[in-house]
């Protein structure tokens, strides 16, 4: 089975909409960019665009590449205390030379709306934050609408990358759920060992192609979250051709945790000004 995640954005797009209606003032997003990055500037207009959908309003702050980290750590600052700015996010990755968790960290928790706040990560480790990081929201709904019955207590799970955006929260939600957890990369030598032995793969390594039919096992869960543009087209980590006829379920890319990802950034931010 094939999952639609602009399905699911629409359905959450939905209960959005409806919940900026009833509000007596609308919300504001703040988008924070550096630099020209064209597949960055790419991800703010599909917020922009979804934003307009629902009727959250956007604000975008544009810097220069080459601005300093101080100054950058200072800007965005002054950007979370505009009272007008209910939400904040820093679009990824930043220029090289930026170590980009101090500038995340400037943004505080109640406007936190893609949890990469140290403080946030933390809240969300300790199970007291309201929210998801959108990742892992996205592959939740994307679950949950698919194999609604579904447990992961005791389901052997595997997570393909490490990184703050999948990797890391997916694994952390999964071992709160009570799924058996294991993380592979880079490093690890044959990761079909692990693969084929998972009732779940959720892949983020971003390497087109990485995760193929003969390292999954039949009736396997497969999401895709790792995306790679090429020739201006975007890819995904699993070969749906191979994997598609053995999984239970299979995100595509892209269509699949994508655009869910961007409807949960905004769900966040309902959930976080919700009276």
Do not use: C
Request: glycine letters at 10%.
């Amino acid at each position: 089975m094939i999952a639609d995640g602009k399905k699911i954005r629409d359905a959450i797009a939905d209960e959005i909409r409806a919940e900026i209606a009833a509000r007596a003032h609308p919300l504001r997003l703040a988008i924070v960019l550096v630099g020209e990055d064209p597949r960055s500037l790419a991800f703010v207009r599909q917020k922009e665009k979804f934003a307009a959908s629902v009727g959250i309003e956007t604000r975008l702050y544009t810097f220069p590449a080459d601005i300093s980290a101080t100054k950058l750590r200072s800007e965005v600052s002054k950007i979370v205390h505009i009272v007008q700015n209910d939400g904040v996010i820093v679009q990824l990755p930043l220029p090289a030379h930026i170590p980009p968790q101090n500038i995340l960290n400037a943004v505080t928790p109640e406007k936190d709306v893609d949890m990469l706040s140290a403080r946030s990560v933390g809240n969300f480790a300790t199970g007291v934050s309201k929210i998801m990081p959108p990742v892992v929201g996205a592959v939740a709904a994307i679950l949950y609408t698919y194999i609604p019955e579904l447990s992961l207590k005791g389901k052997r799970a595997v997570v393909v990358g490490r990184g703050r955006l999948v990797g890391l929260p997916v694994g952390q939600w999964l071992m709160g759920a009570g799924a058996s957890v294991s993380f592979v990369d880079e490093h690890t030598a044959d990761i079909g060992i692990y693969t084929k032995q998972a009732d779940i793969i959720i892949s983020g390594a971003g390497v087109p192609g990485l995760l193929t039919g003969e390292m999954v096992r039949e009736s396997a869960i497969v999401i895709d979250a790792g995306t790679t543009e090429s020739q201006g087209k975007l890819l995904g980590d699993v070969d749906a051709v191979s994997v598609g006829p053995k999984a239970a379920l299979v995100t595509p890319v892209p269509g699949g945790v994508g655009p869910v990802t961007v409807a949960k950034v905004f769900e966040n931010l309902v959930v976080l000004h919700k009276k």
